[in-house]
């Protein structure tokens, strides 16, 4: 990684989430030169309790004219280098709510040499110190955020080292190679042949292997990040049963008037293990009520926001003029699947052009078929021999390093001397450095650590 000078700093930050009557207690963090100082004039701790490394500390924290109590406190010293930012960090645990934490935090801001953490703050600091690598920090982040026990393993792997192992692993390859190059470019006369074919096989079995780490980061990406599912169809073909059904609750009112889903409804659920944000539209149809277009609009902007929309219809009514036209309102480019409801009721008419899926929201039949389809239908569907996933920086890099890789297939198609090999080598190993961190400029990281959560 390139050096990155910093002033010494002091920052804090909160650590947990922060509710009304949530959670019994809350962390604020600090971590740089100032932090055992900042939390020594804030508090007061009785007796003889030892200020060492490691140690927890009983005590209250005081309001500035050091006779309110605001709260009754643990302090924690974690001191360097052995804490996570590889600072002295110290965390102040306190009462739990909004009301205490805030106030306890802004005394803590008003120490010298204290500041407010930015997002990813704490993470950046690890990695910046060796503490941490890039993906493990990568990876912590993404357990805080994930939404499902999947999701969560997945993120282990990352937080255990899989991601950096593999990306290491394959760089260390291509270095190899690139030694070998670099060798023949300057003393080809004093060194046996180099086998070209060899060679150029290796390149290529290193971009197959990174090619299959983006695909598994696509699947990945839907585990981390959930998917958006639209309902439509024409009013009163079943859209809110079947959100009930999914969502195992009445998230929907559901009556036989048609247009009773005047808005857009949102319900989280997770299926497979896959996180999926079901929205429930309006029933598209010509109208005069003034709530009800307004829906049908939200219902419009849904389709083009939509990882897929799952287009229901009537099957005892068969497939009609207006289900087809709706049909041709999803945008060419989000997946869909027509989903034919009320198996348990005679079926009637045409149907329709495509394959479709047969339900019934009311009684559940055909919903294990619905759920496999479905996830098939985005890319989400797994076996659970996803071992490791990248996110999308990620992914995004890897596929960067085997553009590269390939193109060094026509290096050696053209006959081009060593040299010229070794230039897209060398870009290969640079993107696979900036995953691992090892090719990283402070802008870079910055951007990166942006989207963490502050306290961090």
């Known amino acids: 990684m390139q050096e990155v000078n910093r002033e010494p700093q002091t920052i804090a930050a909160v650590a947990t989430a922060v509710a009304p009557a949530q959670g019994g207690i809350a962390v604020i963090r600090l971590s740089g030169p100032q932090a055992q100082a900042a939390v020594r004039d804030v508090t007061r701790i009785p007796g003889d309790q030892l200020w060492e490394s490691h140690r927890v500390l009983y005590g209250h924290v005081l309001a500035a004219d050091q006779a309110e109590r605001l ?42 040499g204290v500041r407010r953490a930015l997002p990813g703050e704490f993470s950046q600091r690890a990695v910046l110190n060796g503490r941490l690598d890039l993906t493990r920090a990568e990876a912590i982040s993404d357990l805080v955020a994930s939404r499902s026990q999947r999701a969560a393993q997945l993120a282990m792997a990352g937080v255990d080292g899989g991601i950096q192992k593999r990306i290491t692993a394959l760089r260390e390859r291509l270095l190899d190679q690139l030694s070998e190059l670099e060798a023949r470019v300057d ?19 290193v971009r197959r292997e990174l090619q299959e780490l983006v695909h598994d980061g696509e699947a990945g990406a839907a585990l981390r990040q959930g998917l958006r599912v639209a309902l439509v169809g024409r009013p009163n073909v079943g859209k809110s049963s079947l959100l009930n059904r999914l969502s195992r609750r009445e998230r929907a009112i559901v009556t036989d008037l048609p247009g009773t889903t005047r808005d857009l409804l949102e319900s989280e659920i997770v299926l497979e293990g896959v996180p999926i944000t079901l929205l429930d539209t309006a029933g598209i149809r010509a109208t005069t009520d003034a709530v009800e ?21 009537d099957l005892t009514e068969g497939w009609t003029a207006a289900d087809q036209e709706l049909c041709q309102r999803i945008p060419e480019a989000v997946p869909r699947l027509l989903v034919g409801n009320k198996t348990d009721r005679p079926a009637m008419g045409a149907a329709p052009p495509q394959s479709f899926v047969r339900v019934s929201a009311s009684s559940g039949a055909g ?75 402070e802008s870079v990281l910055d951007r990166i650590f942006s989207r963490f959560c502050i306290g961090k």
């Not at 996570?84 to 909004?98: A, K, L, P, R």
């Not at 996830?375 to 590269?404: T, V, Y």
Request: a negative charge; one cysteine or more; charged letters at 20%.
């Open 71 to 112: 709260d009754e406190v643990l302090v924690v010293l974690m001191l360097a280098p052995r804490s996570f930012t590889g600072e002295d960090v110290v965390e102040i645990h306190c009462h739990g709510g909004v009301i205490a934490v805030q106030r306890v935090l802004a005394r803590v801001l008003d120490q010298p």
């Open 187 to 205: 003393f080809e006369e004093d060194l046996p042949p180099l086998d070209g074919s060899a060679l150029l096989e290796e390149l290529q079995e």
């Open 293 to 313: 277009q307004l829906g049908i609009a939200r219902s419009h902007d849904a389709l083009v926001s939509a990882d897929l929309v799952l287009l229901l219809f």
């Open 367 to 441: 919903e294990a078929e619905l759920v496999q389809t479905l996830l098939q239908r985005c890319g989400a569907l797994s076996d659970g021999s996803l071992l490791l996933s990248l996110n999308q920086r990620q992914a995004d890099l890897a596929q960067q390093a085997a553009d590269a890789l390939a193109r060094s297939a026509q290096v050696a198609a053209d006959g081009l001397p060593w040299d010229f090999w070794t230039i897209d080598l060398r870009q290969a190993i640079r993107s696979l450095g900036e995953i691992t961190g090892e090719e990283l400029t």
